[in-house]
């Protein structure tokens, strides 16, 4: 017998941590620890793997031994800075703490993540939903687990769930983006600049100053507006907006623990063009490829149906509805037009396929450059589809 083994007997017969046996064959990949979609957007150099097959080949052959996080809502090196005795128990050996988190941690509750972040990750999770935010992201949510499953594409710095705001007609030209810029694109830092997180039970906020999507002295790669095609030059004469974005996030709402309360602040302040109007997006969602199935909450019948509206929460589910995410905005906020705004982008591989909700405040110009603060609710709903019509029957009555 190896010592170590010896070691995991004591501890095991003397402990309330339960040590495994050399006969549970565990599968590594299993949903509660590796998630393609996830793993393939959290590490830079991963991009390449083009197929979940190749994906989880990897983790299984490389990232897991490596200690990388595989799934957003579990990762070995957390797993063991969480649970002493376990970390005592096996060290380094990442691979067995994931074979104790499957063999006995899953049914004794422990937790995959430490609590208040970790190296840069920040997780919170109430029953079973996740939710976590990097540095990396600017603070931004680049991972929300739901039934085992990544929501969220965080396949650059564009996507996540995050607040960003542009001046119109100038798009992307002017467009602080609370994850980072364009130039970030897979890298494992941003331009944003991150000035606090904090993750408390099941309350995030986080305060960032983001960055300019296109950084200062660059230009626009898309066609999208008449001022801001590709080509243009960057209206910002700087990388970093240099005023605050702030957020605090709930788990727990309308008296369910699916729905999720998105507080988003904006410091509207510093040096703009002279614009039309001034897009608040508070927040878009980014959905992995699997969201295909769009639909609407009617509030006039309180069901769910195909989408007809832009001014109805939308929601997008898997095709087979076990997964689902919805948006709603209570009424009544500090806005001159409002709209949910989709977008879908079908091309690229697996872990790069998206699509998105933005909830958009509208504001006209303001009669002089003071500074100011202006302030935004959402509602995010996460499950299946059933309980996402639920949710949003709560909210619409307890909110109206
Ligand atoms: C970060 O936010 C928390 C909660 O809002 C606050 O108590 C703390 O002082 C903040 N820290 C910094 C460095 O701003
Ligand atoms: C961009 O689109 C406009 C029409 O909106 C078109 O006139 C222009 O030629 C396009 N420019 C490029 C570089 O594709
Ligand atoms: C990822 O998606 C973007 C935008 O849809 C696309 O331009 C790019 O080619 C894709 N890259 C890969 C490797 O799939
Ligand atoms: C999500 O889509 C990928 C392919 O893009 C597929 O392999 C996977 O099975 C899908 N997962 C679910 C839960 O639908």
Excluded at 159 to 167: F, H, S, Y
Excluded at 184 to 198: A, E, F, G
Excluded at 210 to 221: D, L, Y
């Amino acid at each position: 017998m190896a010592p170590w083994m010896v070691l995991l007997l004591l501890v095991g017969a003397t402990g309330d941590v339960h040590f495994g046996s050399h006969v549970f064959h565990p599968d590594y990949a299993h949903p509660l620890v590796f998630d393609p979609v996830f793993y393939v957007n959290a590490y830079s150099d991963l991009g390449q793997l083009a197929t979940p097959q190749i994906a989880k080949d990897h983790w299984l052959n490389h990232g897991m031994d490596e200690g990388r996080q595989g799934s957003g809502q579990f990762h070995s090196k957390q797993y063991l800075k969480r649970n002493a005795e376990i970390s005592r128990a096996f060290g380094q050996d990442y691979k067995a703490a994931i074979k104790h988190f499957l063999e006995f941690g899953q049914y004794e509750h422990l937790q995959g993540y430490v609590l208040g972040g970790y190296n840069g990750r920040y997780t919170m999770s109430v029953g079973h939903l996740f939710i976590g935010a990097s540095a990396r992201m600017g603070g931004a949510i680049d991972s929300l687990v739901w039934g085992k499953k990544e929501f969220i594409n965080a396949w650059d710095h564009g996507r996540e769930i995050q607040t960003t705001i542009n001046a119109i007609p100038y798009g992307e030209c002017f467009n602080p983006t609370e994850a980072g810029g364009a130039s970030d694109y897979k890298s494992p830092t941003t331009k944003s600049v991150l000035q606090n997180i904090t993750v408390n039970a099941n309350v995030m906020t986080s305060k960032v100053y983001p960055a300019f999507w296109i950084r200062a002295g660059g230009h626009e790669v898309n066609n999208r507006t008449r001022v801001c095609m590709r080509g243009s030059p960057a209206v910002n004469t700087v990388d970093t907006y240099n005023h605050a974005f702030s957020k605090v996030v709930t788990i727990g709402c309308a008296g369910v623990d699916y729905c999720i309360k998105y507080e988003s602040g904006f410091e509207i302040a510093g040096k703009w063009p002279k614009y039309d109007f001034i897009n608040l997006v508070a927040p878009a969602v980014y959905l992995t490829a699997n969201f295909t199935n769009l639909l609407n909450y009617n509030p006039e019948n309180h069901q769910l149906q195909p989408h007809t509206k832009s001014t109805w929460p939308p929601i997008y589910t898997t095709p087979d509805h076990k997964y689902a995410l919805g948006v709603y905005a209570p009424d009544g906020q500090d806005t001159d037009m409002f709209m949910y705004y989709l977008t879908g982008q079908h091309d690229g591989n697996f872990a790069n396929k998206t699509n998105s909700m933005h909830v958009v405040f509208r504001k006209r110009p303001f009669p002089d450059a003071s500074p100011r603060h202006l302030a935004y609710v959402t509602y995010i709903c996460v499950g299946n589809v059933d309980m996402v019509a639920d949710c949003m029957r709560r909210l619409q009555n307890t909110l109206v």
